[in-house]
T-cell receptor
Framework: DTAVSQTPKYLVTQMGNDKSIKCEQN?????MYWYKQDSKKFLKIMFS???????INETVPNRFSPKSPDKAHLNLHINSLELGDSAVYFC???????????????FGSGTRLTVV | QKEVEQDPGPLSVPEGAIVSLNCTYS??????FMWYRQYSRKGPELLMY????GNKEDGRFTAQVDKSSKYISLFIRDSQPSDSATYLC???????????FGQGTELSVKP
């Protein structure tokens, strides 16, 4: 039973299109994230939601819009896709405000987005 | 200057070797330190988590944090070919906070 699942795994689309990536976690975590991994494998945070509330919004073009219908789901919608958006997008979740216990993010397996 | 610096490698070692992976950071507010392992075309998986300074051991893996030097390390003893992956250090100021990653070190363990 996958803890953090993303769909789709692969997405190939043309410039200018709009696409969505979905994420679901069954860990009971209260915080979810979107990370982008570039071609050099550098992971950078894009957004974070805690109990459906946006708490981190990095310098990301406003073509990217996250949405969290409930604390187990976090979706990412991208408008007017550009070549530079090609990357692997990871969803993650964590149980915030926990100090000494096994705190850590659980990542999904990623969505490989290719814009042509 | 990046907040977290990590030598990208690649690092190639023979099976059975002791591997040392390191990261330095500039923000003294970081309190939570993690090491993730990422196999090709997979998501990062948490290997070790340490709060503040000190050592932590789990099987063949040992994580060390030296906050005074802003330096963290991961040691892998008796390395195996199955350890071949990219190792990412990561850190945050508080639980649930923004996780800042190093660039990752690509490790190859040769049989």
């Amino acid at each position: 039973d996958t803890a953090v699942s993303q769909t789709p795994k692969y997405l190939v689309t043309q410039m200018g299109n709009d696409k969505s990536i979905k994420c679901e976690q069954n860990l009971g975590h209260d915080t979810m994230y979107w990370y982008k991994q570039d071609s050099k494998k550098f992971l950078k945070i894009m957004f974070s939601y805690n109990n459906k509330e946006l708490i981190i919004n990095e310098t990301v073009p406003n073509r990217f819009s996250p949405k969290s219908p409930d604390k187990a789901h976090l979706n990412l919608h991208i408008n007017s896709l550009e070549l530079g958006d090609s990357a692997v997008y990871f969803c993650a979740s964590s149980q915030a405000w926990v100090r000494e216990t096994n705190y850590g993010y659980t990542f999904g397996s990623g969505t490989r987005l290719t814009v042509v | 200057q990046k907040e977290v610096e990590q030598d990208p490698g690649p690092l190639s070692v023979p099976e059975g070797a002791i591997v040392s992976l390191n990261c330095t950071y500039s923000n003294s507010a970081f309190q939570y330190f993690m090491w993730y392992r990422q196999y090709s075309r997979k998501g990062p998986e948490l290997l070790m988590y340490t709060y503040s300074s000190g050592n932590k051991e789990d099987g063949r893996f040992t994580a060390q944090v030296d906050k005074s030097s802003k330096y963290i390390s991961l040691f892998i003893r008796d390395s195996q070919p199955s350890d071949s992956a990219t190792y990412l250090c990561a850190m945050s100021r508080f639980p649930g906070g923004k996780l800042i990653f190093g660039q990752g070190t690509e490790l190859s363990v040769k049989p």
